[in-house]
């Protein structure tokens, strides 16, 4: 063990930090961070305006009668809530190519806005240019966004480059002239190479494929989309999170190039349910709200249960660390948790970390493949109490018993484990006291 910890230390955690701080890594986290509003006010206006129920199939009762007051306020908001719902989620990928653009001009200390509508303009090229010389917005939504990450990374590269270089610069400065003129002037030949280059591209692989980069990405992007919503894949990308974080690698080393995926699929069960999909029958499984509420209860490592076991401790120390803790844990926070325990360098404690995670989705996955618990259509949020969150992302009452029932086995899980912990400290607060007292 004390040389697969070395090993973890010198070679693993440099290269996982150096990624955690990769640029576009950094800028599509921080783009994703700053659309959790949008998300969380769609997905709001969405379920109020889609009753999960038919209260017409209904019989005689209070249920039905709360249903048929839910489809009432549905008729009256809808075409106020839908305009909500089409303004923040059927146009994610213009959203992320706006957001790119900014993150990394602010990596980079642009202080122009240019490169913003660089990006945005670049991938609204390449993702409504069509056959027909029309206009489609067909892909602003999820099923653009990896076509808005790579066009928005690649022209705000070219042009950052030539810019630099100052490849035909016009020169206006002095003389009185705006600064935001003398930029935009003195930089106009960039964005002239930047655009023609991004409309040839487009125009290229649309008369290759008759179907334009966003359905090419489509095709290239869906082995891997289909190997995260695995049963497999959600089970090691989970392994290898909690691994790392055991280690003291945050796990955003790894959810940080997931959310694209995450994210894709969230969005394009959202879409579909508002097309009238059942909720059973969405396509995808593994979303973002699956990972934070199913998953993750109480934080990574799903350690809600652990909280619990904390708060009630025999041990003075680890009693302190679960009132402090007990709190955030409703709110999916577990820092305080990781680092106080500890839990994370903590042999006792490392085999229930790593595996009950993993379990949580197993048992979610099976449970919503069988159609027994409704698909994830919404997001309340990461930081949603997740049996609240559960219900709320999947309007499925079923979704919430699950998260109480894996509560309770991750609980037990961690019971052994955490005992054996107990007793150390038990003892190591025994030994301490006979010290004082001599």
Request: hydrophobic residues 50%.
């Amino acid at each position: 063990m004390d040389k697969f910890i070395s090993f973890m230390d010198s070679k693993i955690a440099p290269i996982a930090n150096k990624l955690a701080r990769q640029k576009y890594l950094q800028a599509l986290q921080n783009t994703f961070l700053a659309l959790i509003p949008f998300m969380t006010i769609g997905s709001f206006a969405l379920i109020i305006i889609s009753p999960p129920m038919d209260y017409t199939k209904m019989g005689p009762g209070a249920l039905r009668t709360i249903f048929y007051g839910w489809s009432m306020v549905a008729n009256f908001l809808s075409p106020m809530l839908g305009y909500i719902y089409k303004a923040t989620m059927s146009v994610m990928s213009l959203y992320v190519a706006i957001g790119l653009g900014y993150n990394l001009a602010k990596h980079y200390k642009l202080k122009s806005i240019l490169p913003i509508f660089i990006t945005t303009a670049s991938f609204f090229i390449a993702a409504t240019m069509s056959s027909d010389a029309s206009i489609s917005f067909t892909y602003f939504d999820a099923s653009g966004l990896f076509t808005a990450i790579l066009i928005s990374i690649g022209s705000f590269e070219l042009y950052r480059i030539l810019a630099e270089k100052k490849v035909g610069y016009i020169n206006l400065e002095g003389g009185g002239v705006p600064p935001a003129l003398t930029d935009s002037i003195g930089n106009l030949v960039p964005s002239v190479i930047v655009l023609g280059a991004v409309s040839v591209v487009s125009y290229i692989v649309l008369s290759l494929t008759g179907s334009g980069i966003p359905a090419l990405m489509a095709v290239i992007m869906t082995p891997i989309v289909k190997s995260v919503d695995s049963i497999w894949g959600v089970v090691i990308l989970a392994l290898v999170v909690m691994i790392f974080w055991w280690f003291g690698i945050h796990d955003t080393v790894i959810t940080g190039p997931l959310s694209p995926f995450l994210v894709n699929n969230y969005t394009a069960n959202m879409t579909a349910f508002a097309a009238g999909t059942a909720a059973t029958a969405l396509p995808y499984i593994v979303t973002e709200p699956f990972w934070w509420t199913f998953m993750a209860i109480g934080g990574s490592g799903a350690t809600f249960g652990l909280a619990i076991l904390a708060l009630t401790s025999k041990s003075k120390q680890i009693k302190t660390i679960g009132k402090i803790t007990m709190i955030p844990a409703f709110f999916n926070i577990n820092e305080p948790l990781i680092f106080g325990l500890p839990i994370m360098y903590n042999p006792t404690l490392m085999i229930p970390f790593t595996l009950v995670m993993p379990l949580n989705a197993v048992v979610t996955y099976l449970a919503m493949n069988s159609g027994l618990v409704a698909r994830t259509f919404a997001d309340a949020s990461w930081n949603m109490f997740s049996p609240i969150g559960a219900l709320i992302n999947t309007m499925d009452v079923k979704a919430l018993i699950l998260v109480l029932f894996m509560i309770v086995i991750d609980t037990i899980i961690y019971l052994p484990f955490f005992k054996t912990y107990e007793k150390q400290k038990l003892k190591e607060e025994m030994d301490a006291g006979e010290e004082n007292q001599g």
